[in-house]
């Protein structure tokens, strides 16, 4: 796939700027020089041929030369409650879900895990989101919300076709998606708990509200092992996914 770059506003004419750190990138790293084309988007689900009109010192002009809509979506709707590790694991974390096509990921707050992401966390991690899709060629960006304490998103996620909390001891991984293929949901909701997984009550508010306990296998998984087992397991048996 060709070297893609990302403008963070929406292209609606027939030009485009570059700035920040795309731009550094495709001066500095790229070597790039008026005339040359490199393929843009904005996370509207298009991706752009554009070509170089100028190279300035912080900045790039570039002009539209055509647009595509390039759908490279899954085709359920994945939003991924998790109670998010530390540092690089959340990185990882993040970045492998924009991979895999999660739609949405929701930082919980739970009774094990309190901590809530700062502003300029969530930001790097939506850093991590644009460089994930600029690899991936994914042309719709995961959305990274504000971190929601878990019973805000177990009431929230209501509105999802299936709601799966991995929890040891649930009902079988297979049993579970085999359930899935059969109900062919148009969107999942995940929960994954924290290092020190979710509480007892916790579960049972889950349950309550209509979410479904599932174990991913005898072995204790840590967080972001668990998210990505979990929403591949889920993709992988939905058609498209
Ligand atoms: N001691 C904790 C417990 O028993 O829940 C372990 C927590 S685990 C490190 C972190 C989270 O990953 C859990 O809350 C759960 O959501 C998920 N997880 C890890 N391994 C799992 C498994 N084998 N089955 C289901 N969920 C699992």
New binding site residues.
């Given amino acids: 796939m060709a070297d893609r770059y990302f403008v963070d506003r929406p292209i609606t004419g027939d030009q485009a700027r570059l700035s920040g750190a795309e731009a550094h990138h495709l001066t500095h790293v790229m070597r790039a020089v008026a005339g040359d084309e490199v393929v843009l988007f904005d996370g509207s689900g298009a991706e752009f041929t554009a070509r170089i009109e100028r190279v300035g010192r912080s900045e790039i002009e570039l002009a539209m030369v055509s647009r595509s809509v390039i759908d490279r979506e899954a085709r359920v709707a994945v939003t991924l409650g998790v109670a998010l590790p530390k540092g690089d694991r959340q990185r990882w974390l993040v970045e492998k879900a924009a991979e895999l096509g999660v739609a949405r990921l929701v930082p919980l707050v739970t009774e094990r895990s309190n901590q809530r992401e700062s502003a300029a966390g969530l930001e790097k991690l939506r850093r991590a989101v644009i460089e994930a899709s600029k690899q991936c060629g994914r042309n719709r960006l995961l959305e990274i919300a504000a971190p929601e304490p878990l019973e805000d998103f177990l009431g929230a996620a209501a509105r999802a076709d299936c709601r799966l ?4 001891n ?1 009902h079988p991984l297979s049993r579970v998606l085999d359930e899935l293929a059969v109900a062919d949901p148009q969107s999942v909701a995940l929960a ?7 509480s007892a009550a916790e579960i049972e508010r889950a349950v309550a509200q209509g979410w479904q306990r ?10 972001e092992t ?1 998210a990505l087992a979990l929403v591949a397991a889920v993709l992988g048996r939905v058609a498209g996914g």
């Fill in positions: 909390v991995a929890h040891p649930g994954i708990g924290p290092e020190g997984g979710f599932v174990d991913l296998g005898q072995r204790i998984l840590r967080v668990a």
